[in-house]
């Protein structure tokens, strides 16, 4: 299924927008269970880039992973702040994806969708799943799925790119 | 179909068909116990009257053929044989498998047994004839397998001669000559002038008419007919195949197979132990048991995060309601815990099966004793263990055990011995498999991994017996020369100790060439919780299961145990050079690294290391967790857990950890040259001892009843009269002072101090301690014998004198009646009630959940005994306005307790009524009088009303008994 047949079925998806360096990106309200601020983390020494380490959230023990790293942008500058989006993935595990700031709720608009463009740099390209035209720039529909199996070691064994739109 | 009433039948089924294949080699062993043979009878007529009763119409054929047998072989006193005890375990083995095929599909599996079920009858037969002159019996038919209209009738013919063309066939049905009897009748000149019939037709046709008259075979025999039907070419011949295995059986029972192939010993297994006990129990789904474990494990976060809060407030009220959270959440906790806990019988059951079979097959005599069974374990555990289990024995069986004149030559009893035993060792469970056969050749093993590349020769050379034996649990060595049919079928013990070891426990092996081979297996005895070290390193900490753990170590950097081989760090203990693993380095934690800090001694049996960590916190018990899917492929964590701070903690598999340190050969070999002198001290003198010590004293104790080691505030102790006590778990325990055992003066306790439980698992104290030194395994060697009852003497632990307590002298000074077992006390209630009484006397849980609410819904109390010693308990203490019993159970059955009843005055007007499964039950003359009416258990309408009725007669003749009565527990109490 190609991302705009998705969209298109899914005309009334609302999105969660966040920023990650300059770029703002869109996830499915539908995936994303709730936003926390910065929890207290363990990390997890020999584990891959993109994991922080592991958060406890109530009880839950999640895997913390770092949006920055997987598109290749510089590291946070200690103690600046981040939000932690609380995403839901099919296989049933919850993860934590830190972006640098989260913004509103909105409703995808059919008229402003457009196939993931070929300039859209090749980290955003592998996890779009097209993008937004806003009058500020374009917002990136991320495939959550998709983007969590990048994080994966050997990521051949983890959701391949048979993940659809939810 | 009444689904819980299915799934009660099941339950219950299940349960007796376990104890009867355990039962039947109990009788091949004892053929004469007409004890256990009633058991077998009573379990088997129970599964076919529930099955009659539930419409399981295969399975009540299959049960009922069997309970056929066993009736002719109970009442002729037919000695049991080898032969028979298979037939029979065959039986039940159908029957299993119709039970399971119900469980999981919800309706009767469509199986054919009408081969099993026609040899059952042969053997019937059989018995009937060689027990003395009866005829061969001829069955009454079934009335569900009554002939019917045509195709029956044709089925009739097929049964006794199947082998008759469709031509022949036709004629015989038009002449009405259809049963083998009529065939003989119509003779030779008839049936060769018959349409479609040769002479050579009518001669083969009359001599298998001939054979199937002889033997009672003829239209009469629907369970023959049944298995034409359904296996038309796999038996040919019915009359024919049915001369064979009287044959065969025949033969089997003239050779008086009396000596059985494998006699089973149990030990301190008494007969009470094979009751069903469902009667207080109902059936939870695993699931909603996991995750009711999940959530109490949340439970158990949340309350070490409460009490941390709370008692940082400072706030008293506060934490007297955080206390109570704690001391409730406990309870719980330990409490859900044991909902998982199976016995390990239940794995164990199929031994003595497993042996029998083998023993036959391999023609060696083996006897099975087993010790323990009882034990406890987690079923996620028990589960994961069957598998491994069941390849030892195999594997003890089949190489182990030796043939039997080999067994002679050697001057040992021709008789194997396979011992199992499962014992509790602090928090954890063994398992010892020992076998008296011929052992494991260390030398051979040492040859084979040499010659397999496993070892270099040199490494070979130097190995020590015992480590070479555990080369056993290397993939692809197997020793035996060459590899049978029955153990290895490409299965090495390799996958045993991958088996054991995925839940946490371990193996190991030792051997005596000539003496036996003993396999040992320690295991968690939950998975879901467990007793882990927290270590800290480079500001981070891990969890390290103490499961694992040997000891700890300080080991400062001016240490002069140090060595570095090779780049590769090693600590010298007790003479050997230890490996070390530096976590800073091998987690890249940090690029500065010195050998010092402490070490946590890992043991994985075949191997050991040390883990060096900047410090040790203590051992904690946490909740395992799974990890994501980021850290699948870094196996050295085995899950996480979360600390009471909240914060989440990664927790080591060692045996993965293990793996990041490969010693390279030239290493090996040179710390090899450098160790010393094996000192290859056995396993069995070791000991797990905890080291404490008071002043300037060292005390030892061996951890064997010390159920906890706990640090606590002191103000947690508090004063019950002239004694102190502490709260605990659920109970109020006493606290003895070590100091004041050993007359030092009396210190006021401050801060947190050391208590150790020590428990035998009924009672618990606490032995309060000045300081935890240690807990390391060794061997207690009394140097010097004390004269102090308290002491076991002094030994040398680690250079250092220590003294040896005797922990059961250390226990009666807590309690000088720790050792006399309370009897328990009945719970009395006043009876005030006005409710007519009824004595409900049934073996079978099953019926008597059936019969159960009908009192409840009549009004009436019920008393409830499984079997007649019961009742007359019962009946020695109150008197019911009622007894309502069955007539087969275990004990003492329902005649005898009328009996028993009947000949005391002082219950002349009790009437009894006679509970039976099916009407054709008949009961003698002698009895029939004795019971105002028999009843049947299945009929609930009738048997509501009908007890109604009987109820009200007793009202009206006599006024109500009011009495303070003792209510027993029937149940509670067993």
Same mark, same amino acid.
């Given at each position: 299924m190609n991302g705009l047949v998705a969209v298109q079925e899914h005309a009334h998806t609302e999105l969660l927008t966040c920023r990650v360096g300059d770029q703002w990106i869109g996830f499915h309200v539908q995936q994303v269970r709730e936003v926390v601020t910065n929890q207290e983390r363990t990390q997890m020494p020999l584990s891959s880039d993109a994991v922080l380490g592991l958060i406890n959230l109530r009880g839950r023990v999640m895997t913390e992973l770092d949006v920055r790293k997987v598109v290749g942008l510089p590291e946070r500058a200690a103690g600046k702040s981040y939000h932690v989006a609380i995403i839901e993935s099919s296989s049933g595990e919850d993860f934590g994806l830190t972006v640098d700031e989260v913004g509103e709720v909105m409703l995808l608009n059919p008229d402003h969708y457009e196939p993931t463009p070929r300039s859209l740099d090749a980290v955003w390209k592998e996890v779009s799943e097209g993008v937004l035209k806003l009058e500020d720039g374009v917002l990136v529909l991320v495939n959550v799925e998709r983007f969590i199996a990048l994080t994966i070691p050997r990521a051949e064994q983890g959701v391949s790119d048979a993940a659809v739109l939810h | 179909m009444d689904e819980e009433l299915l799934a009660e039948f099941l339950l219950e089924s299940n349960e007796n068909l376990s104890a009867i294949e355990q039962q039947l080699m109990d009788l091949e062993a004892n053929p004469q116990d007409e004890e256990i043979l009633g058991a077998i009878f009573r379990a088997i007529h129970t599964v076919k009257g529930s099955c009659g009763f539930l419409g399981l119409v295969g399975l009540e054929k299959v049960a009922h053929a069997g309970e056929n047998l066993l009736s002719k072989i109970r009442s002729l006193k037919?000695?049991?044989?080898? %032969?028979?005890?298979?037939?029979?375990?065959?039986?039940?083995?159908? /029957?299993?498998?119709?039970?399971?095929?119900?469980? #999981?599909?919800?309706?009767?599996?469509?199986?054919?047994?009408?081969?099993?079920?026609?040899?059952?009858?042969?053997?019937?037969?059989?018995?009937?004839?060689?027990?003395?002159?009866?005829?061969p019996a001829i069955e009454t038919v079934p009335e569900d397998t009554a002939n019917e209209g045509a195709t029956g009738t044709l089925k009739e013919l097929q049964a006794w001669a199947p082998d008759v063309s469709d031509k022949g066939a036709a004629a015989l049905l038009e002449n009405g000559w259809l049963s083998a009897q009529a065939v003989m009748d119509a003779g030779f000149a008839t049936l060769k002038g018959l349409d479609g019939f040769t002479a050579g037709d009518a001669l083969k046709l009359l001599g298998v008419a001939k054979v199937a008259v002889k033997h009672g075979n003829n239209d009469e025999k629907p369970a023959v007919a049944a298995k034409v039907d359904s296996e038309p070419s796999a038996e040919p011949k019915v009359a024919a195949s049915i001369e064979a295995n009287v044959e065969v059986v025949k033969k089997n029972m003239a050779e008086g197979s009396t000596t059985s192939p494998v006699a089973v010993k149990k030990t301190a297994i008494k007969a009470t132990t094979a009751k069903p006990k469902s009667a207080g129990s109902i059936r939870v789904d695993v699931d909603l048991l996991d995750s009711l474990m999940n959530q109490v494990g949340e439970l158990v976060l949340t309350r070490n995060r409460l009490v941390q809060m709370v008692q940082a407030s400072g706030n008293m009220d506060f934490v007297r309601v955080s206390r109570d959270v704690d001391h409730v959440t406990e309870q719980l906790q330990s409490q859900l815990l044991r909902t998982r806990m199976q016995p390990i019988q239940s794995v164990w059951n199929s031994v003595p099966r497993i042996v029998r079979d083998m023993g036959k097959q391999l023609e060696k005599k083996i006897t099975v004793v087993m010790h323990g069974e009882e034990t406890e374990l987690d079923r996620t555990i028990l589960n994961a263990l069957k598998d491994p289990l069941t390849h030892i024995i195999r594997n003890s069986c089949d190489h182990g055990i030796e043939m039997p004149n080999e067994r002679r030559k050697a001057g040992k009893p021709a008789e194997g011995t396979l011992r199992l035993s499962a014992s509790q060792e602090s928090g954890f469970i063994v398992i010892l498999i020992e076998d008296d056969g011929a052992g494991i050749d260390a030398e051979r093993v040492k040859k084979k991994a040499v010659s397999m590349g496993v070892l270099t020769e040199e490494q070979g050379e130097k190995i020590s017996s015992k480590a070479a034996l555990q080369l056993i649990f290397h993939a692809g060595l197997s020793t035996a020369e060459n590899v049978s049919n029955l153990s290895g079928r490409g299965v090495g013990m390799d996958v045993v100790r991958t088996e054991i070891e995925r839940v946490g426990g371990n193996v190991d092996i030792s051997s005596e060439p000539g003496k036996g081979t003993t396999l040992r297996i320690r295991i968690p005895l939950t998975l879901a919780i467990i007793l882990a070290m927290i270590v800290r390193c480079h500001g981070q900490r891990f969890a390290i299961p103490q499961m694992s753990i040997q000891e700890l170590l300080s080991a400062p950097k001016d240490s002069n145990e140090w060595r570095v081989i090779g780049g590769q760090s090693f600590y010298r203990l007790r003479g050997k050079l230890l490996p070390i693993m530096r976590l800073k380095e091998t987690l890249k934690l940090s690029d500065t690294v010195e050998d010092e800090g402490s070490i946590v001694v890992i043991d994985l049996g075949d191997r050991n290391f040390g883990v060096l960590v900047d410090q040790i916190h203590g051992a904690e018990e946490i909740v395992v967790k799974p990890l994501g899917v980021h850290f699948q492929h870094l196996g050295f964590y085995g899950g996480c857990s979360i600390l009471g701070d909240g914060i989440v903690i990664p927790i080591f598999d060692c045996n993965e950890l293990a793996n990041l340190m490969q010693l390279s050969p030239e290493v090996e070999a040179m710390r090899q040259a450098e160790d010393g002198s094996e000192n290859d001290i056995s396993r069995d003198e070791l000991q797990h001892t905890l080291v404490f010590s008071q002043g300037e004293q060292r005390f030892a104790i061996p951890m064997v009843l010390i159920e906890r080691l706990e640090l606590f505030p002191a103000e947690r102790?508090?004063?019950?009269?002239? #004694?102190?006590?502490?709260?605990? =778990?659920?109970?109020? /325990?006493?606290? /003895?002072?070590?100091?004041?055992?050993?007359?030092?003066?009396?210190?006021?306790?401050?801060?947190?101090?050391?208590?150790?439980?020590? #428990?035998?698992?009924?009672? =618990?104290?606490?032995?309060?301690?000045? $300081?935890?030194?240690?807990?390391?395994?060794?061997?207690?060697?009394?140097?010097? =014998?004390?004269?102090?009852?308290?002491?076991?003497?002094? #030994?040398?632990?680690?250079?250092?004198?220590?003294?040896?307590?005797?922990?059961?002298?250390?226990?009666?000074?807590?309690?000088?009646?720790?050792?006399?077992?309370?009897?328990?006390?009945?719970? +009395? +209630? %006043?009876?005030?009630?006005?409710?007519? $009484?009824?004595?409900?006397?049934?073996?079978?849980?099953?019926?008597r959940n059936l019969v159960m609410p009908i009192f409840e819904v009549l009004g009436y109390e019920a008393w409830v005994a499984k079997d007649g010693l019961e009742a007359c308990k019962i009946l020695e203490e109150r008197v019911p306005d009622l007894i309502l019993t069955d007539l087969e159970m275990p004990n003492m059955n329902g005649y005898e307790l009328t009996d028993w009843v009947r000949e005391r005055e002082e219950f002349d007007d009790i009437p009894i009524v006679a509970l039976t499964a099916t009407p054709v039950d008949e009961i003698d003359t002698v009895h029939q009088n004795k019971f105002v009416e028999v009843m049947l258990k299945l009929d609930r309408q009738s048997l509501t009303k009908g007890l109604s009725e009987v109820m009200a007669n007793i009202k009206k003749k006599k006024p109500l008994r009011v009495e303070g009565a003792v209510v027993v527990d029937v149940d509670a109490s067993i």
């Open positions: - | 037919f000695a049991m044989n080898a %032969d028979l005890v298979s037939l029979l375990l065959e039986c039940t083995d159908a /029957i299993t498998s119709l039970l399971d095929g119900l469980e #999981s599909e919800g309706v009767e599996p469509d199986i054919d047994h009408s081969g099993l079920i026609n040899r059952l009858h042969v053997a019937e037969r059989l018995v009937a004839t060689m027990a003395g002159g009866e005829k102790i508090e004063h019950s009269g002239a #004694s102190e006590v502490l709260q605990y =778990r659920d109970d109020v /325990i006493a606290v /003895i002072r070590w100091g004041d055992l050993i007359g030092h003066d009396e210190q006021t306790l401050s801060g947190d101090v050391y208590g150790l439980i020590l #428990s035998d698992g009924h009672k =618990r104290m606490c032995l309060q301690v000045e $300081k935890v030194e240690d807990i390391l395994e060794t061997p207690l060697e009394i140097k010097k =014998r004390s004269e102090d009852p308290l002491f076991l003497g002094t #030994s040398v632990i680690n250079g250092t004198a220590t003294e040896v307590i005797d922990v059961f002298e250390v226990v009666k000074k807590a309690d000088i009646n720790w050792f006399a077992r309370t009897s328990p006390t009945l719970a +009395s +209630s %006043d009876d005030t009630g006005f409710r007519q $009484k009824i004595l409900f006397v049934e073996d079978a849980a099953f019926f």
